[in-house]
Antibody
Framework: QVHLVQSGGGLLKPGGSLMLSCAAS????????MSWIRQAPGKGLEWVSY???????NYADSVRGRFTISRDNAKNSLYLQMNSLRADDTAVYYC?????????WGQGTLVTVSS | EIVLTQSPDFQSVTPKEKVTITCRAS??????LHWYQQKTDQSPKLLIK???QSISGVPSRFSGSGSGTDFTLTINSLEAEDAAVYFC?????????FGQGTKLEIK
C-alpha cells in the first residue's frame, strides 16, 4: 500500500528557511516523478515543483530561485528546501506521487510565515 | 500560463440529483485534464484522469467528458458523502494549473 508521510512544517518569520520531508513507502520510489503542491488557507491548489526519477526539476515562477526540490532514492524520500520565505508562502504543502494526474497524496503539512 | 475557469463556484443540491460542473481552459489542452475531490481537512482525491478515464475505487456515478478547452464532470445520483470541493487540473503545459474550485453543498 502506498504511503506518503510528510514532516517538517511550522511557523516561520519572513525571510526564514524550512525543509519539508516526505517519506514514501509501498512502491518503487526511484521509478516515479514526485511533486509538491500547496494550498493557501481557504484557497485553491497551486503546483509548486516536480522532480523526475533521474533528478530533472521544474518550479513554479512564484518559488523559482527560493525553493529547491530534491530526492534521496536510497532513503525513499522527497524534500523541499524553502528559503527566503514570504507571507504568501503560507499554505498546506502536499507531497504527491507523479507529476501529471496524481492518485497518491501525503497528508499535508502546514507552513505559516508570519512576523 | 493556462487558466482554468470552473462553473459554478458553488452549488447546493439535493441527494439523487444529477450535478454537472464545467471547466474551461484558456487554450486547448487536449485531454490533459483531471478532476479532484477534496473534502474538508482532507487531501485531494483523484476522481477522473485525462478528461474521461475512470479511477479504480471511485464510484461509477462520477464521469468526465470533454476535450480541447471545455470539460465536464458529472455526478449522477448525488449522495450525501459527495459534499466537497471539486477541482479541475491541467497537465498539458507548465506551469500546471488548477481551477478555482466548485463547492458542492448537499441540502
Amino acid at each position: 500500500q502506498v504511503h506518503l508521510v510528510q514532516s517538517g512544517g511550522g511557523l516561520l518569520k519572513p525571510g526564514g528557511s524550512l525543509m519539508l520531508s516526505c517519506a514514501a513507502s509501498g512502491f518503487t520510489f526511484s521509478d516515479y516523478y514526485m511533486s509538491w503542491i500547496r494550498q493557501a488557507p481557504g484557497k485553491g491548489l497551486e503546483w509548486v515543483s516536480y522532480i523526475s526519477p533521474d533528478g530533472a526539476k521544474n518550479y513554479a515562477d512564484s518559488v523559482r530561485g527560493r525553493f529547491t526540490i530534491s530526492r534521496d532514492n536510497a532513503k525513499n524520500s522527497l524534500y523541499l528546501q524553502m528559503n527566503s520565505l514570504r507571507a504568501d508562502d503560507t499554505a498546506v504543502y502536499y507531497c504527491v506521487r507523479g507529476h501529471l494526474s496524481s492518485t497518491y497524496w501525503g497528508q499535508g503539512t502546514l507552513v505559516t510565515v508570519s512576523s | 500560463e493556462i487558466v482554468l475557469t470552473q462553473s459554478p463556484d458553488f452549488q447546493s443540491v439535493t441527494p439523487k440529483e444529477k450535478v454537472t460542473i464545467t471547466c474551461r481552459a484558456s487554450q486547448s489542452i487536449g485531454n490533459n485534464l483531471h478532476w479532484y475531490q477534496q473534502k474538508t481537512d482532507q487531501s485531494p482525491k483523484l476522481l477522473i484522469k485525462y478528461a474521461s478515464q475512470s479511477i479504480s475505487g471511485v464510484p461509477s456515478r462520477f464521469s468526465g467528458s470533454g476535450s480541447g478547452t471545455d470539460f465536464t464532470l458529472t455526478i449522477n445520483s448525488l449522495e450525501a458523502e459527495d459534499a466537497a470541493v471539486y477541482f479541475c487540473h491541467q497537465s498539458s503545459s507548465l506551469p500546471y494549473t488548477f481551477g478555482q474550485g466548485t463547492k458542492l453543498e448537499i441540502k
